[in-house]
């Protein structure tokens, strides 16, 4: 059975951190690239960060750029998105999800496994 399974996500003031993670279990974790997508309420979801498969090269969507750092182990078949400076916008349900072949690209729909999703919520 394919499985996703993120945590620590939480309530956390402005200008605080939370590192979240990703296990995966069920696939060939090494062959695929893997993404943290968020969603706030009346949003659609929106990629934040993705991490390749072959050479571990990151992307960051611009409004994240410089806060969040994403990794892999892929011994623990484990993906983190370590997340600093937080702001009230960053206030969503955060889902890691898996796909191949690599697209590039943010596009949901392409994307073949996820997870249940954890809350982060970010206070003022």
């Known amino acids: 059975e394919v499985q996703l399974v993120e945590s620590g996500g939480g309530l956390v003031q402005a200008g605080g951190s939370l590192r979240l993670s990703c296990a995966a279990s069920?696939?060939?974790?090494?062959?695929?690239?893997i993404g943290w997508f968020r969603q706030a309420p009346g949003k659609e979801r929106e990629g934040v960060s993705r991490?390749?498969?072959?050479?571990?090269?990151?992307i960051y969507t611009d409004s994240v750029k410089g806060r969040f750092t994403i990794s892999r182990d892929n011994a623990k078949n484990t993906v983190y998105l370590q997340m600093n400076s937080l702001k009230p916008e960053d206030t969503a349900v955060y889902y890691c999800?898996?796909?191949?072949?690599?697209?590039?690209?943010?596009?949901?729909?392409?994307?073949?496994?996820w997870g249940q999703g954890t809350q982060v919520t970010v206070s003022s």
């Open positions: 999800a898996a796909e191949l072949p690599p697209t590039g690209i943010w596009v949901p729909e392409l994307w073949d496994y």
């Open positions: 069920g696939f060939a974790f090494d062959d695929y690239d």
């Open positions: 991490i390749s498969s072959l050479d571990n090269s990151t």
